[in-house]
């Protein structure tokens, strides 16, 4: 269990989340976010869910995979805590105990989106193992980069062969994409959510005005 105390050191860093659906455009707006960081002073650690540790980015492959059999939800579900407990403990936590600011692809609202959301599992369950893992530890920040699920999947199709995830159906999208809109309703003082339908350069414009008006107070 992550000690409570660990997340009220004064001194400690910044821990932002990036969430969204496939498509979305996180990678591209987490390249900026993390150049106006760095701009601004913070040293910047970008990782990211599943993966950020060797153990982690292992875990990944196994829930990527497209050669290996369906998996039961229940045991994704466990894989993605487990690469998670690993990542916390060895990247998140110590950078962020050293002052650094933490810029994560993902996190513990894409297992409420994609395993709740998209799979089924009951919210609880899924409190449970975070409970577990995380402690009360939670980003300081989520951006939710939102967009209507056709346009996100075509802009993914472009890249080619798709992963176990990406394979899955527009309703389970949709589902996802329902389940972050409404997390980000319940907890408006962790999410920002910027409307990723436009341009690369338009989001990336909303990305940095949310951190511009956050960082003074951070
Ligand atoms: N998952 C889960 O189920 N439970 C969990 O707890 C966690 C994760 C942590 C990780 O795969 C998978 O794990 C993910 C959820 C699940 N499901 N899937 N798939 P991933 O990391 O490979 O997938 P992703 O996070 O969705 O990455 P992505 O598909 O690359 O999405 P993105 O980072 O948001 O998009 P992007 O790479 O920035 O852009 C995608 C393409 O669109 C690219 O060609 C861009 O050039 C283009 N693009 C980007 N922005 C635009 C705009 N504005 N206009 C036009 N084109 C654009």
């Given amino acids: 269990m ?18 969204g659906i496939e498509g979305a ?13 760095e701009s601004q002073g913070r040293t910047v650690v970008h990782t990211r869910e599943p993966g950020g540790t060797v153990v ?17 939800a229940d045991t994704e579900l466990l894989l993605m805590f487990a690469a998670r407990a690993e990542h916390l403990r060895k990247v998140i936590l110590p950078a962020l105990n050293q002052g650094k600011w933490v810029v994560c692809d993902r996190f513990t609202d894409a297992t409420y989106a994609y395993q709740g959301g998209g799979r089924g599992i009951p919210v609880s369950r899924i409190g449970l193992l975070e409970g577990w893992v995380q402690g009360e530890f939670r980003p300081d920040v989520t951006l939710l980069l939102d967009i209507d699920v056709a346009t996100g ?3 993914t199709k472009k ?21 972050y809109l409404d997390m980000a309703v319940r907890e408006p003082n962790r999410f920002y959510v910027i409307d990723a339908s436009g341009s690369p350069e338009q989001i990336n414009t909303q990305t940095i005005a949310v951190m511009e008006s956050l960082i003074a107070g951070f």
């Fill in 25 to 37: 455009g996180k990678s591209t707006a987490i390249g900026v976010l993390c150049a106006y960081l």
């Fill in 2 to 19: 992550v000690k409570k105390s660990v997340t009220d050191l004064k001194l400690r860093g910044r821990f932002i989340s990036i969430e």
């Fill in 153 to 155: 999947l075509s802009r």
């Fill in 159 to 179: 890249r080619g062969a798709a992963d176990r995830f990406e394979q899955e159906t527009l309703k389970f999208f949709d589902q996802v994409r329902l389940a």
């Fill in 56 to 72: 982690g980015e292992a875990i990944r492959g196994v829930l990527l995979s497209q050669d290996l059999p369906a998996m039961h």
